[in-house]
């Protein structure tokens, strides 16, 4: 994108967060903190809102150390008001009263899905506990990728009140973080939701980011790419719907 079209949408998505805020009488926003590009533009566009009751946080759950450096690096340059809160032990003591009992599934990678979106899911409820303790609203990172191919936890990064990068293929994203100046380091490392020891988003889909904004955008990919994007958009069509429910009593 373009440096001018950039800015426009900056002031666009500053001008909306806070048209949410005051839809909802609330005071500011938290975020989640990852040291990923996603929550890095996200910090860096809270910031450039000046609000003064926005928040990140940063929520270790056994995680890479190097994680935490990145996003440092991040409130380095946004001076958001932040706290860092260690989810490793709840993690501990929630996978040995649930996962011990032989309930993640019958196969390793059954349990390492499924325990990956627990940890997902524990950083959704800390987020809430502290948005609800600070009158604020919970925002997302995801981008309209990770969207459309429902590469989110559903109620664990799904779980929020306001999802600015949602029209932005990852490309744009990235051209977001260069325009708002999130560190190099930051923009040239692999995406990952650190979920478990060297996972990758592309490892994990099977497509590399340029093939799916490639794919999404309409644009000519190959029948596999066509195929993997279908399968992965398909599979996850419940994430991206309201809970279903039965005809009304009072029809009946």
């Not at 900056?10 to 909802?24: C, N, S, T, Y």
Request: charged share 25%.
């Amino acid at each position: 994108m373009k440096d001018n079209k950039l800015s426009r949408y900056v002031d666009h998505l500053i001008e909306w967060l806070h048209e949410e805020r005051k839809l909802r009488h609330l005071d500011g926003f938290v975020v989640g903190l990852s040291g990923g590009v996603d929550s890095a533009v996200v910090s860096c566009l809270l910031a450039r809102a000046d609000l003064k009751n926005s928040f990140a946080v940063m929520m270790p759950c056994h995680s890479n150390d190097l994680d935490l450096l990145d996003a440092q690096k991040v409130l380095d340059i946004c001076q958001l008001d932040h706290a860092t809160i260690d989810l490793s032990a709840t993690h501990t003591t929630f996978y040995q009263t649930v996962g011990a009992q032989n309930l993640y599934g019958k196969t390793d990678t059954d349990a390492r899905v499924i325990d990956g979106n627990v940890r997902a899911r524990l950083r959704m409820v800390t987020l809430y506990a502290i948005a609800q303790a600070r009158n604020a609203l919970v925002v997302g990172t995801d981008n309209q990728v990770e969207w459309q191919m429902g590469y989110f936890t559903k109620y664990g990064d799904g779980g929020v009140d306001v999802v600015p990068l949602f029209h932005l293929m990852k490309d744009d994203v990235y051209d977001l973080a260069r325009y708002l100046g999130v560190p190099a380091s930051i923009i040239e490392k692999k995406p990952s939701g650190g979920l478990w020891e060297s996972q990758t988003d592309e490892g994990e889909i099977g497509l590399s980011y340029t093939e799916m904004n490639r794919a999404l955008r309409g644009e000519p990919v190959s029948a596999e790419t066509s195929a993997i994007i279908k399968h992965w958009h398909d599979r996850s069509r419940h994430k991206r719907e309201m809970p279903k429910v039965p005809k009304a009593f009072a029809d009946f």
